[in-house]
C-alpha cells in the first residue's frame, strides 16, 4: 500500500495556463478536492419536445437526432467535472491521464449530424432580414437580428410549435427551419 502511485489533480505542466496565475480560474477548487456542483439552467421552451408534423423535414435535414438531444437530462455533477477540467487557454479538458478534446468527429457521432461535404467559410454580404423572410417566411425586426445572428426569443415568440396541427406544408417547412434554428 506504500507504494501506490498519488494522481496529481492539476496539470503536468501549467506554464501556458495563464488564467491559473491570478486564482480564480474554478479548477483551483478540484484541484484542492473542493466539491463544487454547478446550477445548470436549461432552457425550456420549443425544445423540450418535437412535434410531429416537422419530423419528416427534421429527418431530410439530418437534424432529427440532433434535436432529441433537447430532451436529455443534464448530470450537473458530469458538467460540474467537466467545466472544471476545461481550459479556454489550450482549448482542452485537463484530466488526471492528460489533455483532451472534443473533435467534430465527436459532436457528429454523438448528435447524428452528417459532416460530409465542404465547409462552409468565409464573409457572407446579405440582406438578413430577406434572408430569414425567404427561409422562414417572416420578416424580422432590425432588434432580433444581431451580426449575422437571429435571437432565440424572437424565434420562439413567431413560431408555435405546440399549434401546428392543420398547417399548410409551406407553413410547417418554415417550422422546421425555426426549430432546427
Same mark, same amino acid.
Not at 413567431?158 to 401546428?164: I, K, R, T, V, Y
Given at each position: 500500500m506504500a507504494d501506490q502511485e498519488v494522481v496529481k489533480l492539476g496539470p503536468r505542466n501549467d506554464s501556458v495556463l495563464y488564467l491559473q496565475?491570478?486564482?480564480k480560474h474554478v479548477s483551483i477548487g478540484a484541484w484542492n478536492q473542493i466539491n463544487r456542483i454547478l446550477k445548470v439552467r436549461k432552457y425550456r421552451d420549443f425544445r423540450d419536445f418535437?412535434?410531429?408534423?416537422?419530423? =419528416?423535414?427534421?429527418r431530410q435535414a439530418g437534424f432529427y437526432?440532433?434535436?432529441?438531444?433537447?430532451?436529455?437530462?443534464l448530470d450537473k455533477v458530469l458538467i460540474s467535472a467537466m467545466v472544471e477540467r476545461w481550459r479556454p487557454e489550450t482549448h482542452t479538458f485537463h484530466m488526471p491521464f492528460g489533455e483532451c478534446t472534443i473533435t467534430l468527429q465527436d459532436v457528429a457521432v454523438h448528435l447524428g449530424l452528417p459532416i460530409d461535404g465542404n465547409p462552409v467559410t468565409g464573409v457572407t454580404w446579405c440582406d438578413w432580414s430577406e434572408l430569414v423572410e425567404d427561409l422562414l417566411g417572416?420578416?424580422?425586426p432590425a432588434s432580433a437580428i444581431k451580426g =449575422?445572428?437571429?435571437k432565440l426569443v424572437w424565434l420562439a415568440e413567431? /413560431?408555435? /410549435?405546440?399549434?401546428?396541427a392543420g398547417a399548410d406544408p409551406i407553413q410547417t417547412m418554415y417550422a422546421a427551419r425555426a426549430y432546427i434554428l
Open positions: 496565475k491570478d486564482g418535437i412535434p410531429a408534423e416537422i419530423v =419528416g423535414h427534421l437526432e440532433a434535436a432529441l438531444a433537447g430532451s436529455l437530462k417572416v420578416v424580422p =449575422g445572428g437571429l413567431q /413560431f408555435n /410549435f405546440h399549434n401546428l
